[in-house]
């Protein structure tokens, strides 16, 4: 299984590369963590955020791998615990098919991406910065993983 992470957004900072490579190298190839940027639309003075938001999402729906389990990230979505996320990853990886999770941009996902999803997760209720959500997915994912192999990570 891999684990797909299709994100708005491009040229990041470096301590956001940095902290994603970090928790990326250590999940092991079968829960190997990818990542798939989406140029944002443009958001200039006056500029269509609407239409914006509706293209990003078709870009992103274009970049989920086929047959993929769909999980948009989501302020409204269910609030998972480490060990209910690690219960998660176990019960993906018993489907048998990779997992893609979805970030939007500065107006949140589009509504075909919510459509599409088969289950909504949230992070938390806070607004965080979405270079900051790649990070925390990424440790959150490792973490749940070490859970799930009794790595003392955790602990």
């Known amino acids: 299984m891999r684990l797909h992470l299709i994100a708005v957004g491009n040229r990041m900072p ?4 940095q902290g994603w490579a970090e928790y990326a190298k250590r999940l092991p190839a079968d829960c190997a963590l990818v990542l798939h940027e989406i140029a944002p639309g443009k958001r200039t003075k006056g500029a269509d955020l609407e239409r914006a938001r509706r293209e990003e999402g078709e870009k992103m729906l274009a970049a989920l791998p086929k047959g993929a389990h769909v999980v948009a990230l989501e302020v409204e979505g269910h609030s998972w615990s480490t060990e209910q996320l690690a219960q998660r990853l176990n019960d993906w990886r018993g489907q048998g098919c990779d997992v893609a999770l979805l970030v939007g941009g500065p107006e949140g996902l589009a509504d075909a991406c919510r459509a599409r999803a088969d289950e909504m997760w949230s992070l938390s209720k806070l607004t965080l910065p979405h ?3 790649r990070i925390v997915l990424a440790e959150q994912i490792y973490r749940a993983w070490s859970i799930t192999q009794g790595h003392p990570y955790h602990r």
Do not use: H, I, R
Request: hydrophobic fraction near 55%; aromatic fraction near 14%; charge should be negative.
């Open 14 to 17: 470096g301590w956001v590369e």
């Open 131 to 133: 270079p900051l959500v």
